[in-house]
């Protein structure tokens, strides 16, 4: 009789392992179907910023340019400040009554 209850833990144990395998092969399954379709939705958003990015740039492309525009405005501002000395020493005396 001991040696029939020792067949039948073996064929029980053989069970618990073979379900828990399956067990664990339904599991990682699951986290492998899950890990793709990240990497898929990870992959889409990198593709469209990707091609925000090549918007920013072209829209960036210009930027060192506008390090001549500084000496150009101070040039437009002493032009202001000559052409308003202009006016005033035009306007000086009308409107005295």
Known sequence: MTVTLAAI????YWAIALSIALGAAVIVAILLTVLVETV???????DGLL???GNVASNTAYIPQLEATAPVLAL???????????MN???DGFGAA
Not at 9 to 12: F, K, Y
Not at 40 to 46: A, Q
């Open 89 to 91: 020493a035009l306007t």
């Open 76 to 86: 437009i501002v002493e032009e202001a400040v000559v052409q308003d000395g202009y």
């Open 40 to 46: 898929g939705s990870i992959e889409r958003s990198v």
């Open 9 to 12: 833990s073996a064929h029980t």
């Open 51 to 53: 091609d925000i990015a």
